[in-house]
């Protein structure tokens, strides 16, 4: 009986927002259809004016339940501009809620409205949505050879030839990292080097079909390039395996704590718009993404800033010069060592050397003093975490 209601519960905690979120739509789009008749005659900047602030209004709802209702911390690296821009947003792919990510960043700008997306042509089937994404000003692609590269630029060039606000969000990689599908992950891999790039391990190998052809159709509409890299927390387990990012309905079950958001403006003028240099210039992008993807060692930062906190809460109460600089070295070589772990799972030297040299400082020091805090606390953390580093080397 217990365990029934707890399981209802849980189900509780999706079903409750997404009720919410699909017993509107159909309210939302009799307005806009209602607006989409009455604009056919009206210039195609005045549809997207009042388009764009009906979207805004029902995003709007949508981010309240994936960013307020879970309770999710955002944590964004970089600064994000004030002022609107005409942008395309570029970015990894691991789920269905890096859609809902680019629209955590677009309502940081009060560009929410202006949102629009590049999707894969077999979302176009999709039951209300599918048609709406195309005339809210998004495309739909298909893959390889099936491409039709002057459609997408028609209806690009055309938009920003008539002042159509743009935040466009394009997922080079085509389809979603999933660690779980060896074989994308493989073939991936074959094509970086078949093509002389270099072989990404946490990333799939980005295309620049669509993102060439967007920066080409928009030419001097665009300010600039959104390069963002997402990394959500949890999917790191402690062998160093990663697996599947949260989907839409566990990441409203709050199954999902933080994510991780690096942000890096490329003013328009930066990238270069010959094919060839645009391939170089986006893979070299995606290099930079597969190492801040997965790899980042959330445990190993946190231990550094425990240890870096912990000298300075000693140099406070007790005035310590000697407990704050040995926070601080100590938690700058911690850090240091969650970097390199970062990089590669198997490069645990200085971490281990920092959390053995901390436990045994730090174990003497409470067997003398009795106090566990803070040498109890610090003492066992640092045994834990040279256990945690031993089975990252075996596993």
Known sequence: MLLSLVVHTYSLRYWFPATIMLGTAPAYMLSWGTWRLLSTVLPARLYHKLDDRLYSMYQSMVLFFFENYTGVEIIIYGDIP?????????????????????????????????????????????????????????????????????????????????????????????????????????????????????????????????????????????????????????????????????????????????????????????????PLFFRRWLHERFEIKDRFVMAVDWIGFGYAAAIAFGGFMGYKRKGSVMSLMAGLVFGWLSAYGAYNVSY???????????????????????????????????AGLSLLMVFRLLLLLVV
Not at 100 to 106: E, F, H, P, R
């Open 82 to 274: 004030k002022n609107k821009e005409n942008v395309i947003y570029v970015s990894n792919h691991q789920c269905t809620a890096d859609w809902i990510i680019a629209d955590m960043l677009a309502i940081r700008q009060s560009a929410l409205g202006h949102v629009r997306y590049v999707l894969k042509d077999g979302l176009k089937w999709l039951p209300l949505y599918g048609w709406y994404f195309s005339q809210h000003g998004g495309a739909y692609v298909k893959r390889s050879a099936k491409f039709s590269e002057l459609a997408m630029k028609k209806k690009l060039f055309t938009q920003s030839q008539s002042g159509v606000p743009m935040y466009l969000v394009i997922f080079p990689e085509g389809t979603r990292y999933n660690p779980e599908l060896k074989n994308v992950i493989a073939d991936s891999q074959a094509f970086a080097t078949k093509e002389g790039l270099a072989v990404l391990k946490h990333t799939l190998t980005p295309r620049m079909k669509a993102s060439h052809i967007a920066l080409e159709a928009m030419g001097g509409h665009l300010d600039a390039v959104y390069d963002v890299t997402v990394a959500y927390e949890g999917t790191l387990e402690v062998s160093g395996q990663r697996k599947p990012a949260p989907s839409m309905p566990e990441f409203l079950c709050k199954e999902c704590p933080r994510v991780h958001i690096h942000f890096d403006r490329v003013d328009i003028k930066e990238i270069p718009p010959e």
């Open 344 to 378: 590669d799972p198997k490069d645990i030297k200085v971490s281990l050397l920092t959390s053995g040299v901390l436990s045994l400082v730090m174990g003497m020091r409470y067997k003398k003093s009795g106090k566990l805090m803070p040498a109890g606390i610090m």
